[in-house]
């Protein structure tokens, strides 16, 4: 086993060890037992490279479900209210 120094906020601390003083659990037995969820909860990441990204297209982004021809009325029709 090794043996290591971290640090983390006071908060965190004074949290972490409420919760293993609850479980009657060492703080080293806490923050292996995180480390090995963390392991469990995010497996390795996939190989190989990222796909590629890119932001979406104007068909892809809209408001209320809106064609950009219709988003643009409402938008102009938002605007400052005209003097009769």
């Not at 990204?53 to 102009?76: D, I, N, Y």
Request: aromatic share 10%.
């Amino acid at each position: 086993m090794t043996k290591t120094q971290i640090q983390v906020p006071e908060e965190l601390f004074h949290e972490l060890r409420t919760f293993a003083k609850q479980r009657e659990w060492s703080l080293a037995e806490t923050f292996r037992r995180g480390a090995e969820l963390l392991l469990q909860v995010y497996p390795d990441p996939p190989t190989g490279p990222a796909p590629a990204w890119s932001p979406p297209t104007s068909k892809q982004v809209g408001w209320k479900g809106l064609s950009a021809e219709q988003l643009r009325e409402v938008a102009f029709a938002d605007g400052d209210p005209q003097l009769a």
